[in-house]
């Protein structure tokens, strides 16, 4: 590791969109000269999954030689050093995602390289998030939706049934947003309703290989892939469980709020992974026997409303940003 070496972003939180500039330095102090050849900044993003096979797909990749030595002298001088970068995240790359099959990441890296010994090396690594264009969403996410399930109670001596309903006056939320949904518990059984589950659910889908066909989890569209070259993964985000009461042959109305943290990575599809959360709702009842039930509302999560952070540099929104290509990433 290259020591008393600080990679430090303009941007505090390092937390950009593609299109963005990200700019910021690196900053080095050497107490004695460094026998090296040269000295450099490359940036990388990339996406890989490892499971049939392994894959990656390069998004972002270039690098800036900050110096050289001349003459063969082959000394790094001692002493302060500062060496600025600065790059354009390309208009296609999606967000950061580190899941069990397959993940995205992006980072800066130092190297200096070392003559006869190994190299010294440093990085960091930084946040892409995603600008979502609302017009591509399915209008239902923005229309009210109320999704239902019903189970039977007991299973020799039925008796009754209840009902979850889950109302939602929207589906699409920005990050930071409250999501918000009623909960409508209809018991037509002997035994009370005790008890209501609410989990956000984060759905990863992989695909082995890049695919031409996207899998949104905002859709019921299948995968166009085999078995073996797909698959998924759920995670629980925020879990919450509250101890109700609904009397028997009554119905109950519930007001459900929840706040996901605002580093959640927004919905998104990509040729090799895709990323969708599910809100989800279980009741339990004191019956013996068919005790739970539970309810689904998918969700979609699009970016902030407004940026909070502080840009030194901006993208002019009018100008799409360019799409990545090794030969004209900006140094
Ligand atoms: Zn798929």
């Known amino acids: 590791m290259l020591d008393n070496t600080v990679i430090r972003f303009d941007r505090l939180d390092a937390r950009y969109l593609p299109g963005d500039m990200v700019t910021g330095d690196v900053i080095m102090h050497t107490v004695e000269p460094i026998s090296a050849r040269f000295l450099k900044i490359s940036w990388h993003g990339e996406a890989s999954v490892d499971f049939s096979k392994n894959t990656r797909k390069i998004y972002l990749s270039n690098y800036k030689m900050v110096w050289q030595s001349k003459n063969g ?135 082995a290989m890049p695919n031409h066909q996207l ?38 109305h519930l007001d459900m709020k929840l706040t996901p943290h605002s580093a959640l990575t927004p919905s998104f599809e990509s040729d090799l992974v895709s990323i969708g959360y599910l809100w989800c709702f279980t009741v339990k009842s004191a019956s013996l026997t068919g005790k739970e039930l539970q309810c689904n509302a998918r969700i979609v999560v699009v970016s902030e409303k407004k940026k909070t952070t502080t840009k030194k540099y901006t993208w002019d929104a009018t100008i799409p940003p360019p799409p990545y290509s090794p030969r004209n990433d900006q140094i």
């Open 73 to 207: 002298v082959n000394q790094f001088p001692a002493g302060d050093h500062c060496f600025r970068f600065s790059f354009r995240i390309p208009a296609d790359c999606p967000p950061n995602h580190c899941g069990y099959y397959g993940k995205i990441d992006y980072w800066i890296a130092v190297e200096m390289d070392r003559p006869w010994r190994r190299n010294l090396e440093g990085f960091k690594t930084f946040y892409v998030s995603k600008q979502t264009d609302l017009t591509s969403i399915d209008k239902s996410f923005l229309c009210p939706a109320r999704f239902k399930n019903h189970r039977l109670s007991g299973t020799i001596f039925v008796d009754g049934g209840f009902t979850v309903q889950v109302i939602m006056s929207k589906r699409l939320f920005h990050l930071g947003e409250t999501i918000r949904a009623t909960v409508k518990i209809h018991n037509n059984t002997d035994k009370p309703i005790v008890s209501l589950k609410s989990d956000l659910v984060k759905q990863s889908h992989y695909h």
């Open 215 to 252: 899998c949104p989890m905002s859709t019921s569209q299948s995968c166009p892939l085999k078995a073996k070259h797909r698959r998924d993964e759920e995670e629980v985000l925020n879990s919450g469980e509250h101890a109700i009461h609904v009397a028997p042959f009554h119905t109950k």
